[in-house]
């Protein structure tokens, strides 16, 4: 009776057995699977977390904007007896939270970014700094001839204009369609607040332009890629 001849493994250079599992699949559409993984994780992993953009500035917008319309109503119409200096003061401090969450989360995904999608939003950030310094200048030429009223609404329309208007051109320059028609609708709600008069601009800002970004975040986070679970070895 002859014993069986042992199968030959083949080992490396060290004389080890490789792993199966290491191994790149054979198989066509094993292989395209994992290159549509792939390509699925990474851009999942550039594409930056809307909702470090939409929410923090949507809760300054409507907590901001909301304290404006409670202590500057319609007609100076005082509907909370709040000191005067607050909603203009919890306004700048949520929009100052807002730009560091903001930034920190662009700066987490573009930084692994090179070229020119990384000079892109480079060049866009330094267009609102630029743009709004531009307007405060303007704006603080002008406001102290207008009555307190009316200050308030020019400050408040242009600077909520301005902020559609680079809404706008960033869903233009990214073909974000979801960016681009959040600054058409900031755009179309901040004329019908300018039109209402002051003390409702407030309101129709803080509502629509808060409220939207609020849901516009919820719907974009929806929609965005999840992250890919690969089975682990040897599970079928």
């Known amino acids: 009776m002859t014993e069986s001849p042992e199968r030959e493994v083949a080992t490396d250079d060290h004389g080890v ?28 992993r550039l594409r930056p977390n809307m909702l470090f953009y939409y929410w923090p500035w949507g809760l300054a917008w409507l907590i901001g904007f909301g304290l404006f319309f409670l202590r500057f109503g319609p007609d100076n119409r005082v509907f909370v007896a709040l000191p005067g200096w607050l909603p203009l003061a919890t306004l700048l401090a949520l929009l100052v939270v807002a730009s560091l969450v903001s930034g920190l989360g662009s700066a987490r995904t ?37 009555p307190d009223d009316l200050g308030t609404l020019l400050w408040a329309g242009a600077t909520v204009g301005l902020t559609g208007a680079l809404h706008m051109a960033g869903g233009a320059v990214w073909l974000d369609r979801n960016l681009f028609t959040l600054g058409a609708w900031i755009s179309v709600i901040n004329i019908v607040g300018i039109v209402a008069g002051p003390g409702w601009h407030a309101l129709v800002i803080a509502i629509g332009g808060g409220g939207g970004m609020l849901l516009v975040g919820a719907i974009v986070e929806r929609r965005r890629p999840r992250a890919t679970t690969r089975p682990a070895p040897g599970a079928r």
């Not at 599992?21 to 292989?31: G, M, N, Q, S």
């Open 17 to 44: 057995a490789p792993d199966h599992d290491e191994r790149p699949p054979v198989d066509a559409a094993a292989a395209l699977r994992l290159i549509v993984e792939q390509q699925a994780e990474a851009a999942r």
């Open 110 to 146: 573009y930084g692994q970014v090179s070229g020119d999608s990384n000079r892109r939003g480079a060049w866009y950030g330094l267009s609102w700094g630029l743009g709004f310094a531009t307007l405060t200048v303007v704006l603080s030429r002008i406001s102290p001839h207008l």
